[in-house]
């Protein structure tokens, strides 16, 4: 039953999402999604975001087809943040602006200057301002990553007290260790951040995160009500599987695939691959010659080097999703990578995969998330040191064909269109 049959009157909502599709940042995915199926059950929405960068002109979200059905709901902004910083090629006059910019936002902001909302302004403000007096929006979602614009809204509950104010948090803040520049911060940046951070979360009414262990540490450093925290996971969604039927895997070639970005901080254990590789091609040719990785997204400079040497890794770049998806369905194994301090939550790539009932391959420190994918016997869980008997296991247990597969475990609870009641049920 959907949950607006049972409302005795209409739920609304302003969704404040700094990165939303068409802008291509994986950022734009949770919210573009949850608004689909809040306006699907006929909660009243608006979305408001930053208008998409130019240096991204080219590029199109992959989850734009999730906003067709509200594209009416969503305005679009300009916040002003310096596009040079986002760049994805530099030239040498734009590494020279990009100096230049560097030195103007450590001049003009005390915290962090990577944060994409310092230049939030109060046009926009306004323009928030007017819409909860005229719409009469009784609860407003902020998504919390990038970060400063939430302590720029929440001035606002002051003038609004009838409202719910709710943050989103899909990244970590202070204690993020892979984005947004906060791991390299000094003393006296990160301290201020240590402010607004605590303001934030001492001000919203509801604190959502994507894994208990992040509300875990909000609640520990500032000593909060725990009923003010919800988890809501990342989920896949099955709109985006309606027209992909599993298909019969290759039982020639092992085949991994790995689809998404591939990120900077994960070449730790990516050079681990690399070097069992090396082995395998130099002393056990049975073996690699019949292994293949495929890779689809985008890669950090390192990976091409890496692997030019490897015949069998092959790499596909950006291609539509429908693409990837069908790719997924054939491989025998799909692999994650994880970032040192990023195993406390199952990021999109997991739901995903599970989605189709595929065997995991994690390449990642011990974590959370490598327990979590041995306990319910998803795949396998290659911790450092141990990613080359880790592909030998594999390789072995898929020629036996027994490779790990859990066809009874229940993905439901990561189902967003399941997610999506919880987070209505908070909803004033």
């Not at 005390?110 to 230049?119: A, E, M, S, V």
């Not at 901080?265 to 082995?279: C, P, Q, R």
């Not at 319910?376 to 911790?383: D, F, M, P, R």
Request: hydrophobic content about 35%.
């Amino acid at each position: 039953m959907k949950i607006n049959n049972i409302l005795s009157e209409r739920k609304s909502v302003l969704i404040l999402s700094y990165f939303f599709p068409p802008h291509p940042s994986i950022g734009g995915r949770r919210w573009a999604k949850f608004s689909k199926y809040l306006y699907r059950n006929n909660i009243e929405i608006s979305v408001y975001s930053q208008r998409p960068f130019l240096n991204h002109s080219n590029k199109v979200s992959p989850w734009l087809n999730d906003t067709f059905e509200y594209k009416d709901k969503i305005q679009y902004f300009d916040l002003f943040y310096p596009s040079v910083i986002n760049k994805d090629e530099y030239s040498f006059i734009d590494k020279i602006y990009y100096r230049l910019t560097l030195l103007y936002l450590k001049a003009k902001f005390k915290g962090n200057i990577y944060d994409p909302t310092l230049f939030v302004n109060e046009d926009f403000l306004n323009q928030i301002r007017n819409s909860l007096t005229s719409n009469k929006f009784k609860n407003v979602i902020v998504t919390g990553g990038p970060f400063t614009w939430l302590t720029d809204i929440i001035d606002l509950k002051k003038e609004f007290p009838h409202i719910k104010f709710i943050v989103d948090f899909r990244d970590p803040w202070c204690n993020n260790l892979q984005s947004f520049g906060y791991a390299e911060l000094s003393k006296s940046r990160m301290n201020y951040e240590l402010q607004l951070e605590a303001k934030v979360v001492r001000s919203f009414d509801i604190i959502i995160s994507v894994s208990k262990e992040m509300n875990t540490y909000f609640i520990d450093n500032y000593s909060l009500n725990l009923n003010k925290f919800i988890t809501i996971p990342n989920g896949y969604d099955k709109d985006d599987y309606a027209i992909i039927k599993q298909s019969i895997t290759n039982h020639e070639t092992l085949r991994f695939i790995h689809a998404g970005t591939l990120f900077e901080k994960i070449d730790y254990i990516f050079k681990e691959l690399v070097d069992a590789l090396d082995h395998l091609r130099d002393y056990n040719k049975e073996i690699y010659n019949i292994i293949r990785f495929d890779f689809y997204g985008d890669v950090p400079k390192y990976f091409l080097d890496a692997t030019k040497h490897h015949k069998n890794i092959v790499y596909h770049g950006v291609v539509p999703l429908d693409e990837v998806y069908k790719s997924i369905s054939t491989s025998d194994v799909c692999i994650l990578f994880l970032t040192k301090g990023l195993g406390y939550a199952l990021i999109t790539k997991f739901h995903e995969y599970i989605s189709q009932q595929k065997t995991l391959a994690l390449f990642s420190e011990r974590c959370w998330t490598s327990n979590f994918i041995q306990e319910h016997n998803l795949g396998y869980s290659l911790t450092e040191g141990g990613v080359y008997n880790g592909l030998i296991e594999i390789y072995s247990d898929w020629k036996n064909k027994s490779l790990k597969q859990n066809l009874e475990f229940d993905s439901s609870e990561f189902d967003i269109e399941n997610l999506v009641y919880k987070l209505i049920e908070i909803l004033d």
